[in-house]
């Protein structure tokens, strides 16, 4: 998404973050970015070596990186994943903290696997429910979880564009999921498409 780079160039089941791109620079969005003027920052709420993000953002083109390590006040979900909560917060500082225009790129991991197939003392949402033919309990469990943690995050995402409509620089927001939900299910589970494909 970043680079444009087409993974066809690469060793079967090779991470560019992984390889190449610790050592090489990589034409990026954020170069064209700033040669208009762009601040380029990175946001993610895992830690900051999580794929070598610390070494190879920089060669991506981004001028300041905040991890999760730099964020006061993190709250933790059920299985220690960062909530998402605390991204529309730093989104905005960082929006803040220029006078010019900037390219912010945020990940979030709230709603990451691997699900729970035990949800004895965790709190979820009532209203999601997953109903499935001779469903599997612990799928049940992990569907469960899932949807819930997916609703916590589309209450963080509801409080950017709440703060991104008062903001006073114009604004375009981006969002797009880089892989499926880590459930144990086959092609056969979907309606259109495939487990590695998406309409991008």
Same mark, same amino acid.
């Given at each position: 998404?970043? +680079?444009?780079? &087409? %993974? ?19 034409? &990026? ?25 610390? %070494? ?18 993190? !709250? ?8 998402? +909560?605390?991204?529309?917060? !730093? ?19 709230q709603a990451h696997g691997k699900y729970p197939t035990d ?13 499935? !033919?001779?469903?599997?309990? %612990? ?5 469960v979880y899932l949807l819930s943690e997916m609703k916590a995050?589309? !209450?963080?995402?509801?409080a950017l564009t709440s703060e991104l409509l008062l903001f ?17 299910? &086959?092609?056969?589970? %979907? ?10």
């Open positions: 998404i970043i +680079s444009g780079m &087409s %993974l066809d160039y690469f060793g079967v089941g090779e991470y560019p973050y992984k390889t190449i791109l610790k050592e090489t620079p990589s034409e &990026s969005i954020n170069y064209n970015l700033k040669e208009l003027g762009y601040s380029t920052h990175a946001i993610h709420n895992h830690t900051h070596d999580f794929y070598d993000r610390n %070494l190879i953002y920089t060669h991506l083109g981004f001028d300041f990186f905040t991890p999760v390590e730099y964020m006061p006040n993190v !709250e933790r979900n059920f299985i220690d994943w960062a909530k998402d +909560s605390i991204i529309p917060i !730093e989104i905005m500082k960082t929006l803040r903290s220029t006078e010019g225009k900037d390219m912010v790129y945020a990940i979030t991991v949800l004895a003392g965790y709190e979820y949402d009532a209203d999601y429910t997953y109903v499935g !033919e001779g469903e599997d309990p %612990l799928d049940h469990n992990q569907y995050s589309s !209450e963080a995402l509801r006073e620089e114009k604004t375009v927001l981006v969002m797009f999921g880089d892989h499926l939900p880590a459930m144990d299910f &086959s092609e056969d589970a %979907l309606n259109e498409g495939t487990l590695l494909d998406t309409e991008y």
